[in-house]
DNA sequence: CGTGCTGTTGAGGACGATCAATGACGGTGG
DNA sequence: CCACCGTCATTGATCGTCCTCAACAGCACG
């Protein structure tokens, strides 16, 4: 199910992209231009996946994804979530080419928008901005990941707390629900789902969740010291120096 | 203590580049010009420090470095080692020109190599197959870090051997002599000093590792198999596509 | 009204941390 | 040459976190 879109770029893409210094209209309707929409994807199939080459980039317009890895003991691996606006398999694409390591698949239902790899890359070489955004968001990435190694280590209550610490940010809200399940953090998290229930009680307790059964944060300040959070890892939007990305070819 | 060096770039760092896709001898050299050496740092001193803005990147000439995080328990966690060749602190000399996060520790005496970074911005304008290097040493290292992600839910031994792997591939030998202390590996994979000691003596029950006080491996086959290492994730060199960098102002 | 997914609860056990002490080795100074 | 010291390696004992297995409850779906 595909469409061109003549509208601008979809929704919270046009804001990712200009968070990440595509300010010019002529940019940001370069990019809208190349894309296509993709939508009625049902939760749990996989959006970009190790089909082998990536022909394409891929920008999720709706609902949630996330980056995962199947292990060999079949556990899933969550290495990051998606929310509208992310680029999905960001580093591969623009990387490898071949997407041999990620697997994106969708949490609830998703619309995507897809952009032709050659294309983007012609457009690139008059839009420049749009190159480097690119590469920022890939670096802001890495950045959650190396994060991730950090928090990894900490006990799974904190580990717990900093996962949804991040969502919030990435979400741009304070308080209010965190559109996953137990499981998906448990897998995030590395921990198994009985003991992810275990720790989403004490949060209870502590009066930061909702007594509801959805993942709903009433008490930002306090979640906030309890994983010990500094959302600066997340803020390397303002921070990429003045290079640029361009083709040589 | 520091001085020019009129040569062409020092041993390891010139392959490296090479490795990377900077073959002009130009290139090479005008790299290699803005260089300037730095000997005699010692065992636990910083080389690339917490303390504030980044200057100058950083080439580690001969020792053995580690890319380490202080955490408030006192605890140190290193998130990869460094090897003559290797950037420095490159993920934050690159992209946020702070280094909150980065702090590079001598594990053994060194030397280092550094330059300008106004200065070396400059030369890539002229020289855009030293950024794309630059770019592509900094990918690698970020998918070093997302292979840690997934090792690190696995047990200890496979974790210690999967190190081990790493680093005999990153000091391309087979086998050999690992210029690490237990300790180093401890911090490296998440354990307390005395459970890694215990590793270390099944891996050598194993036959993998010699019974010296050191660490030598000595069954590289037996050992990739314990870690099911793919040391697929360290090979992105040859896969960067046609971008390039630039700088635009 | 089943069927399936998510959430919840209990009991037992494994992996790895911590504490504490000792051994091995290399360097330094007397 | 030997005594001393610091670092690294080793060992034993205890304890805590978190996993596993197993069963059941709530809710949404057809």
Redesign the interface.
């Known amino acids: 199910m595909r469409q061109h879109v003549a509208m601008g770029v979809v929704g919270r893409v046009g804001q990712r992209l200009r968070t990440l210094g595509v300010t010019a209209s002529a940019d940001l309707e370069a990019f809208s231009k190349l894309m296509k929409v993709r939508v009625g994807i049902d939760r749990g199939q996989t959006i970009v996946g190790r089909t082998g080459l990536v022909k394409h980039f891929t920008v999720l317009l709706d609902g949630v994804a996330c980056f995962s ?1 199947q292990h ?1 003991d079949g556990g899933r ?1 969550i ?1 990051a979530f998606h929310y509208p606006g992310d680029f999905l398999g960001l ?1 591969d694409s ?5 997407a ?2 990620s697997d994106v698949q969708a949490l609830t239902s998703c619309s995507v928008g897809t952009i032709d790899r050659d294309e983007l ?1 012609q457009e690139i070489q008059h839009h ?1 901005a749009l ?1 480097r955004a690119l ?1 920022q968001a ?2 802001t990435e ?2 959650i ?2 994060q ?3 928090v ?2 900490r006990p799974a209550l904190q580990r717990v707390a900093h996962l949804l610490c991040e969502q919030l940010v990435r979400l741009g809200i304070d308080e209010g629900v965190i559109p996953l399940s137990q499981i998906d953090i448990a897998d995030a998290g ?1 921990l198994s789902v009985v003991h992810a229930n275990r720790i989403f009680q004490e949060l209870r307790q502590f009066g930061v969740l909702s007594k509801q059964r959805l993942i709903e944060v009433v008490d930002k300040e306090r979640l906030w010291e309890l994983a ?1 959070f500094d959302g ?2 997340l803020d ?1 939007c303002a ?11």
């Open positions: 890895m060999s691996q290495h580093h623009l990387f490898t080419r071949s041999e390591f890359e420049p190159g590469w890939a670096m890495a950045s990941f190396r991730r190694l950090v990894a280590r590395g010990a600066r890892y390397l921070s990429l120096s003045r290079w640029n990305l361009c083709i040589d070819d």
